[in-house]
């Protein structure tokens, strides 16, 4: 497994979760690592995604201020710390990295070449 995510599960709303992504080893770290999810029935769409190199992060605005993305080089380990979550935050999250990428295709799906195998958030009313 390229990319192994973990951390998911079901959550009032309001609460928090931390997700994880650990990278089996340095070659499926990309240049840029993101998260992503995907509700049933809809696109896989861009949560997050961070700078390997420097640290800058990028975010959706529909979880700006309430998500941050981060990651530890020395463990190879991508995280996602999710608080006052919502409903509408339920989904498969996926991690993904993206060796390549320039900073203006990286929130599309199509500039990450590793995809994790996601992690169930349920976030109940």
């Known amino acids: 497994v390229q990319l192994q995510a973990s951390g998911g599960g079901l959550v009032q709303a309001g609460g928090s979760l931390r997700l994880s992504c650990q990278a089996s080893?340095?070659?499926?770290?990309?240049?840029?690592m993101g998260w992503f999810r995907q509700a049933p029935g809809k696109e896989r769409d861009f949560v997050a995604a961070i700078k390997w190199s420097g640290g800058h992060s990028y975010y959706a605005d529909s979880v700006k201020g309430r998500f941050t993305i981060s990651r530890d080089s020395a463990k190879n380990t991508l995280s996602l710390q999710m608080n006052s979550l919502r409903p509408e935050d339920t989904a498969v999250y996926y991690c993904a990295s993206a060796p390549r990428a320039i900073l203006s295709s990286i929130s599309s799906t199509g500039a990450y070449e590793y995809w994790g195998q996601g992690t169930q958030v349920t976030v109940s009313s």
């Open positions: 080893e340095s070659t499926y770290v990309g240049r840029y």
